[in-house]
Structure formats: C-alpha cells, structure tokens
C-alpha cells in the first residue's frame, strides 16, 4: 500500500502484559504491519516469539533496543509517514527518554498511563509534545469502556443537573494487594507512587467528567500502610507454615509475571508481605476541590473483600450510580421521582470493552491528522493529582494546585 492509503507501520516497545493484551488487535488489522517489538528483557523473548507465530507475524522484528531499529533502513528518521506509529508499554519510569526517541524519530506515540514517576519527567513530555505536529495519545482506557462512555454521556445530557459531588473508588482483593507488595509496583521510585501508578485512570475520570464545569484548584489526601503493620519472622512463604495467611504466594497474578524491563530491586516472588520493602500506601482517600466550589472524593483500598470501581455522581436534577464489576448503572431523575438502569453495550474487549476502542480511535486520529480525546494535558494533570495528594498526605495538609 502506499501513504496514500494510510497504511500503518507499528512498533512497539515493551513486551510485558499491556503488549501480550493489544498485539492481537494490531494482527488482526488489515491497514498496518507490525514491524518490530523492541523488548529489552531477552528472558521474555521466547515467549514474544510464541506471540508472534500465534498471530502470523512472520516478519515482524524482535529487538532489544531502539538503536537496533534506527539500523533498519524503514525506520531511519527521513523516511518515516505522517501515519506510522510507535506504542509505548513499558514500565512508566522508562517512559520519558523513550518517549524523547520515538518524538524526535516523528512517530505517532501512544503512551501508557502513568505518562511518568516524577513531576519534572511529566513536564519534560509535555514539553517534547508541544514541539510536535504528531499524534500523541495516552494510554486512558477506562474513558473508552462503554461503561464510562455511558456516564459521560449521562453527566452531558444535562440529566443530572449541576454536578455538587462525585464519589469514586477503586478495590483490589487481597491477592492482588500482596502482588503488588512484591512486584516492582511497591517501590515509590518506579511508579510515582501507588496513586499515579494503579489510579490515574480516576483522577483522569473525574476531571473527564467535570471537564464543562470546573478545573481542581485544591486538594486534602489522607493515606498511610495500614494492612501490612504485623510482626513475622519468616522473609518468605516458603519459610512460614501459616497456609491460611490470605497473602501467601500461590503464584503470579495477571501481568504479575516477570516481563519488560528489569525493576531496579528485585526481590523473590514469594517475599512475605510483611516483611516487604514496600513504600507505598496501601489504602488512601483523596478530596479534591474544583473551582466552582463543588468537590469529588476517590478513595483506593489495595486490600477489600470486594474488588473493582465504583461511582457515585450527586446532581441538583438527579443521581447517577454504578460499579463495573456487575457492569451496571442506575439513573434517579429527582422530578418524577424516576429510577432506571441505563443501557451499556456489551463488549469482549480487555478493559471492560475500552482496549479495542482505544486502539481503534488512536488508527482513526493517526489517519485524520487529530489529536485524541486523551491527551499529554490530561495525562500531566492526572499524575500532577496524584503527585499533589501524596505530598498533602507527608504534610498533612491541604494543597493548592
């Protein structure tokens, strides 16, 4: 095919759970070819390998680093389209010099979420995105899901009125709390902090939401490690005979497994959690003031006998409330005292329908030459959010945004 026909050369970097989740919608594709996968980590290569002759990609490279495709001619700066593309999904504190390579290369990038671990790598993308005319597109995929397409919808419809408060959490259960006291997601200075890393995707949301009325302007987060405070011996499972402890390792959770890019600290899998070096918080609850004087609530539990999101919207006309977990939404309309459950449309996709759809409209901006619906901006603002509760935490203050 020829430009002409927006055809799409990929690469990805980073070959970790959010590769092995999106590869399969790239190789079904008709209008692009996976040219390369950049995965520094040669112990995951074998199974990159197994992923690329499952979806018949033949001729698609597996490299260790971006040095290596800048040597394959296709890729050599002058000779890349308005229309390839480059996703990044490696760990976020690897994201920002990526990112500076593959924006000075001229591809179109599509970032994951968090866009990075600290405020100055988060300013620094933001400045490299302003200095491009090419398409950049964070990794928020919970905006695509149809369920928070629904509420968004709702809240625009002008149904519910005025928006006074939104209320919003996030669960884990207990065997994906322990996952993340042993993994390299426990450690502050590979994530940004437990809230940047698992909780961007809501301070994202709920600044998505209040997007036509206000702007946060001030903020008071409370949080601390408050399930891991007890005192045992044993540094691993292997070493405790304690078979009913809720946290005992019984082996890799999700994209538990070890993948993309080494973490600094390393620690066994089966490390007991609390004897952990873990650093971040484990539960926190943020309040979040916006300039029109109304507020929103988001509170994370990273251990709770039930998991997933919910939502709460409190209107001046009505309410609005749901979780995704039953994947339902009820609407009160106050005049008429009227209650219904609102249609969402029913999806295979990861991420609650969201992985298809955001790969799809990241095509379609590439394509049309437009920006996405989830930009650099929201992806500086989301971290900035978490960066900010976190600090208000450590000073037990408010914190003027």
């Known amino acids: 095919m020829t430009s002409e026909q927006k055809y799409h050369n990929i690469v990805v970097v980073g070959a970790g759970g959010r590769c092995g989740a999106l590869l399969p919608l790239f190789a079904e594709r008709d209008d692009c070819n996976i040219v390369a996968i950049i995965e520094k980590n040669k112990d995951n290569h074998q199974k990159v390998k197994g992923w690329l002759d499952k979806y018949e990609c033949k001729e698609t490279l597996l490299l260790e680093t971006l040095e290596e495709l800048s040597e394959v001619s296709l890729f050599k700066k002058d000779q890349i389209s308005q229309y390839d593309m480059a996703f990044i999904f490696t760990p ?16 179109n990038v599509f970032i994951e979420k968090p866009l990075a671990t600290t405020k100055e790598e988060v300013l620094k993308i933001e400045e490299l995105t302003q200095k491009t005319d090419r398409v950049v597109q964070v990794g928020f995929v919970m905006r695509y899901s149809p369920f928070y397409q629904t509420v968004k919808q709702t ?8 928006l006074v408060m939104i209320e919003m959490s996030e669960r884990l259960l207990p065997i ?16 940004g902090g437990f809230l940047n890393e698992k909780s961007s995707h809501d301070l994202d949301m709920m600044c998505w939401l209040k997007a036509n009325q206000g702007v946060p302007v001030r903020l008071f987060s409370h949080g601390g490690q408050s399930f891991f405070n007890r005192n045992v011996t044993a540094k691993k499972c292997a070493e405790c005979d304690e078979m009913q402890c809720p946290y005992r390792f019984k082996g890799f959770v999700g994209d538990d497994i070890p993948s993309s890019y080494n973490a600094p600290g390393k620690v066994a899998p089966d490390t007991c959690v609390y004897n952990s070096d873990a650093d971040i918080m484990d539960n926190q609850s943020v309040t979040i003031s916006f300039s029109d004087g109304t507020q929103g609530i988001f509170t994370l539990l990273n251990v709770s006998g039930v998991d997933g999101r919910e939502i709460r919207i409190h209107g001046t006309e009505g309410m609005l409330y749901g979780n995704t977990k039953s994947n339902e939404l009820t ?22 329908g969201g992985d298809a759809v955001i790969i799809d409209k990241f095509f379609q901006c590439v394509k049309a030459g437009e920006q996405s619906m989830t930009t650099v901006s929201d992806g500086v603002k989301a971290s900035l959010l978490a960066f900010a509760a976190d600090k208000s935490v450590r000073i037990k203050q408010s914190v003027t945004l």
């Not at 809240?155 to 005025?162: A, P, Y």
């Open 92 to 107: 976020e504190w690897t994201h920002a010099d990526i990112f500076e390579q593959l924006v000075s290369a001229n591809f």
């Open 176 to 191: 994906h709390g322990a996952s993340n006291r042993r993994r390299w997601h426990r450690l502050i200075k590979n994530t």
């Open 331 to 352: 609407l009160h309309e106050y005049k008429g005292d009227i209650k219904r459950q609102l249609p969402i449309p029913e999806s295979s996709s990861g991420h609650g």
């Open 155 to 162: 809240v625009d419809s002008g149904k519910l009125g005025q």
